[in-house]
């Protein structure tokens, strides 16, 4: 990369086009990076600098031509209206620590099941199993977030046919 624009460091757009130069030598320049995105240099220039937010579809490119399908994960995360505060947005780790992660949240699957049965064999979540119930939700929430990070980290370095 010729220079670095100091201003965009730290932006995951430019920080994610800054990782796929290792792989492009088309993403050593905005130029080169708009022709492969089909997004307009002024434009990817304003993504990377955090003066607008990209469309969806276009997080959506950026992810498959860079090679990183967290973009997606972050952008809905953060920025898509919808996305912000529904989804979570998940760290990529090394997949031994993320197989470790998935594990470990699995870990206690039985005494989430079984408190499950015992909350819903009435039909009625009272109000003393309330703290129970919470407690199932926040452990499903930890697998689900184990298990996204797990997939996005397949979907990176795992060439699937």
């Not at 434009?43 to 969806?56: F, K, M, S």
């Not at 209206?81 to 760290?91: A, L």
């Not at 930890?142 to 795992?158: H, R």
Request: negative net charge.
């Amino acid at each position: 990369m010729g220079k670095k624009a100091t201003k965009a460091v730290g932006n995951m757009y430019y920080d994610a086009r800054c990782e796929a130069l290792k792989n492009n030598e088309a993403f050593s320049s905005r130029e080169g990076a708009s022709e492969v995105l089909h997004i307009e240099r002024t434009r990817l220039a304003n993504i990377e600098l955090g003066n607008i937010t990209p469309y969806p579809e276009e997080v959506k490119c950026m992810a498959k031509e860079y090679n990183m399908p967290e973009l997606c994960n972050a952008y809905c995360a953060n920025e898509c209206p919808i996305g912000k505060g529904t989804v979570t947005e998940v760290r990529m780790d090394d997949f031994d620590r993320l197989s470790l992660m998935v594990l470990g949240s699995l870990q206690d699957i039985d005494r989430i099941r079984e408190s499950l049965i015992e909350i819903s064999e009435d039909g009625v979540i009272e109000e003393n199993e309330m703290g129970q119930f919470n407690d199932i939700i926040d452990s499903l929430e930890k697998i689900a977030t184990n298990a996204q990070a797990l997939k996005l980290w397949a979907e990176k370095n795992i060439r699937f046919e």
